[in-house]
T-cell receptor, first 112, second 112 residues
Framework: EDQVTQSPEALRLQEGESSSLNCSYT??????LFWYRQDPGKGPEFLFT???AGEEKEKERLKATLTKKESFLHITAPKPEDSATYLC?????????????FGSGTQLTVLP | NAGVTQTPKFRVLKTGQSMTLLCAQD?????MYWYRQDPGMGLRLIHY???????AKGEVPDGYNVSRLKKQNFLLGLESAAPSQTSVYFC???????????FGPGTRLLVL
């Protein structure tokens, strides 16, 4: 069965304290690995897509990396405005119409 | 350019009542999706559409029906609401050739 697991469920950091969020997956065929950010009371906002092991993408203080079994979202010197829930999702090569399977998210809180 | 909009934002239903959630997008996207989000379970796909007049079942379709009579609109119907359908519902859309899904702000539904 295809599964996406995110850890930790919640993470509290001090401003400037770098850390990483993990997304591990067991799928039959990976079409892509997606990261989204979700603020309270809002819809998810797209951050990155990774397609192959070894690929990396960066945006401001965020860097996403991908291996054959997991993806990491590295947050460097976070600020309070980085507080949000971060979701990862996988697109399956056996799926149709760009279906995504989401993990349950990591709730990040950055304290000033 | 409003992106993806959802109506209503919040609704309370009694068990057995029916209602329709409306999703509209102004990006000329071919694909549209309905998800539900429950605590600890992530986003789960209910139904999706690859074009006007076509719909398909996702992971959790039972108790829901959908229609896509116009390219820009995707309707989600609950014929006889149950407390288990209490959730936050998100609509998303994407281009046929893109992996990126754009989400609406969500509809919070409470079934008593």
């Amino acid at each position: 069965e295809d599964q996406v697991t995110q850890s930790p469920e919640a993470l509290r950091l001090q401003e400037g304290e770098s850390s990483s969020l993990n997304c591990s997956y067991t799928v039959s065929g990976l079409r892509g690995l997606f990261w989204y950010r979700q603020d309270p009371g809002k819809g998810p906002e797209f951050l990155f897509t990774l397609y192959s092991a070894g690929e990396e993408k960066e945006k401001e203080r965020l860097k996403a990396t991908l291996t054959k079994k997991e993806s990491f979202l590295h947050i460097t010197a976070p600020k309070p405005e980085d507080s949000a829930t971060y979701l990862c999702a996988v697109g399956l090569s056996s799926g149709s119409a760009r279906q995504l399977t989401f993990g349950s998210g990591t709730q990040l809180t950055v304290l000033p | 350019n409003a992106g993806v909009t959802q109506t209503p934002k919040f609704r309370v239903l009694k068990t057995g009542q029916s209602m329709t959630l409306l999703c509209a997008q102004d990006m000329n996207h071919e694909y549209m999706y309905w998800y539900r989000q429950d605590p600890g379970m992530g986003l789960r796909l209910i139904h999706y559409s690859v074009g006007e007049g076509t719909t398909a079942k996702g992971e959790v379709p039972d108790g829901y029906n959908v229609s896509r009579l116009k390219k820009q609109n995707f309707l989600l119907g609950l014929e006889s609401a149950a407390p288990s359908q209490t959730s936050v519902y998100f609509c998303a859309s994407s281009y046929a050739g893109s992996e990126t899904q754009y989400f609406g702000p969500g509809t919070r539904l409470l079934v008593l």
